[in-house]
């Protein structure tokens, strides 16, 4: 790396990260910095607006980067977040420098669809954080970077295994459990085989032949160590039975089976695995997550809005209604597009459902009334529809409207309608990962 760009790096893993590229990868990621710091400032300036942060000493727009921002604002404990920040920006920078995808959109794969959202998280100042990875990491296993990851088929046999595991996946009485290459790596597991696959939008959620394999990766990815803990690799196939019998309207994505190495007698929560079966396209259609449509234009906003309300909205608040809530977020929205309008969808990622207290599901997933209208409003309209509703080429009234009259005459019709919109504290939960407060937007539907 010449003296020039050293200069132009402005935190130690920004450097790295310039210091470990070729040189023309190198080139592009310095030329990219600006706009990561700017978007990653972007995203501080909104949590500062709407959460419930400690005192804003500082002018915010005084300061190009925002590890200098949080540094001098001083916060108690912010330490974590200012690393997780200056990953992010990184990180952020390095997806930026992807090739564009040139296979026409409607032709595209679903895997194809996962991969072309390069800035990850639309609002979280850590979108692009993976703490503990190096740029060669981002490069062998970020989606943007479309690689082929080839999980390490791990032979077990003390394992705990839950649902229909599949024959494929196994070797006599061992099973074959698909562990992540960057966690193979760092336990030292043994490997008989591997199974190549396509990293989606959640990164440690891979695409392999008639599966999503959902792997453990104990790495600080946006918002968690995404570990899977025994409880979850106990109740997968339950919630996921359970929620087929409860959803009307918008289709799941079944998990199929869970698996996971017995440590102690307990599933170890670094070796465990998810297997969901992949969704297919149908004649005609194009299958891609709702994320994958920010920036795509969108003829007749106003009429594909509406088409797309009708989808979603009256099963999320017949759900809610039944003390059912669902992380309807839009990395756990598939869309399926037929000549460009919106057909079907499909959710997915059932861990963090969250239902009314019931004896037939975990404890950890029981939440009060207010607790499950918090999470359907700030991941469905807060973020999913607030989102389509900004990149859509119409004005926010008419396209608030069109929604407005798809909600069904529920018990919390009325707070959707006039009370101020519960937002994750996406950066409060950094600073806090216990905090229990939510942030708030003025209610899109109020005229």
């Known amino acids: 790396m010449c003296q020039d760009q050293i200069i132009l790096t402005q935190t130690p893993v920004e450097s790295e990260f310039a210091a470990a590229l070729d040189e023309e990868r190198a080139e592009r990621f310095i030329a990219a910095l600006p706009g990561a710091r700017a978007a990653i400032l972007a995203r501080l300036r ?3 607006a709407i959460e419930p942060l400690p005192q804003v000493s500082v002018d915010p ?13 001083r916060w108690p404990r912010s330490e974590s977040l200012i690393t997780e920040v200056a990953h992010s920006v990184a990180g952020l920078a390095l997806s930026r420098t992807a090739s564009p995808l040139t296979t026409p959109f409607a032709q595209r794969s679903l895997e194809e669809h996962e991969q072309s959202v390069v800035d990850g998280h639309p609002l979280h ?6 703490t503990g990875f190096t740029a060669a990491d981002h490069l062998a296993y970020g989606p943007e970077h479309r690689p082929v990851v080839p999980l390490r ?10 649902g229909d595991w599949p024959d494929e996946l196994r070797d006599g009485e061992r099973i074959l459990l698909p562990v992540h290459p ?7 597991v043994t490997t008989a085989g591997t199974l190549d696959a396509s990293p989606l939008m959640a990164l440690r959620t891979l695409s392999a032949g008639t599966w999503h394999v959902k792997t453990t990766l104990s790495a600080q990815i946006t918002s968690a160590v995404r570990d899977i803990s025994g409880g979850s690799i106990a109740t997968a196939t339950t919630v996921s039975d359970f929620l087929a019998g409860a959803v009307e309207g918008v289709e799941l994505q079944h998990n199929r089976a869970s698996a996971a190495v017995l440590t102690d007698g307990e599933p170890d929560r670094r070796l465990g695995v998810i297997l969901r079966d992949k969704p297919l396209p149908r004649e005609g259609e194009t299958l891609l997550p709702l994320a994958a449509l920010r920036g795509v234009p969108i003829a007749d906003p106003v ?52 239902v009314s207290p019931r004896a037939d599901l975990p404890e950890r997933l029981h939440a009060s009334p207010e607790a499950l209208r918090a999470k359907t409003f700030a991941t469905f309209f807060a973020t999913a529809l607030t989102g389509l509703v900004d990149a859509l080429d119409a004005p926010d009234a008419d396209l608030w409207d069109v929604v407005a009259r798809t909600v069904p005459d529920t018990p919390d ?18 600073l806090d990962p216990r905090t229990t407060k939510w ?3 003025p209610n899109p539907f109020r005229p």
């Not at 088929?153 to 839950?162: G, I, K, T």
């Not at 594909?304 to 809610?320: D, N, Q, R, S, Y």
């Open 125 to 130: 100042p850590c979108c692009r954080n993976r």
């Open 439 to 441: 942030a708030y937007l």
């Open 46 to 48: 909104r949590a500062f």
């Open 182 to 188: 960057w966690q193979a790596d760092r336990l030292g």
């Open 153 to 162: 088929l791990h032979p077990v046999a003390r394992h705990v295994v839950f």
């Open 61 to 73: 727009d005084a300061y190009s980067h925002p590890v200098g921002l949080l540094t001098a604002l």
């Open 303 to 354: 009429g594909w809005l509406a088409e797309f309300a009708e989808l979603t909205v009256p099963p999320l608040m017949t759900l809610l209604a039944q003390g059912v809530a669902l992380e309807a977020h839009e990395q756990n929205l598939l869309v399926g597009l037929v000549g460009g309008r919106p057909s079907r969808v499909i959710y997915r990622d059932l861990a963090d459902i969250r």
């Open 413 to 430: 019709r009325h707070a959707l309608l006039h009370d101020p919109l519960p937002a994750k504290p996406l950066t409060l939960m950094r």
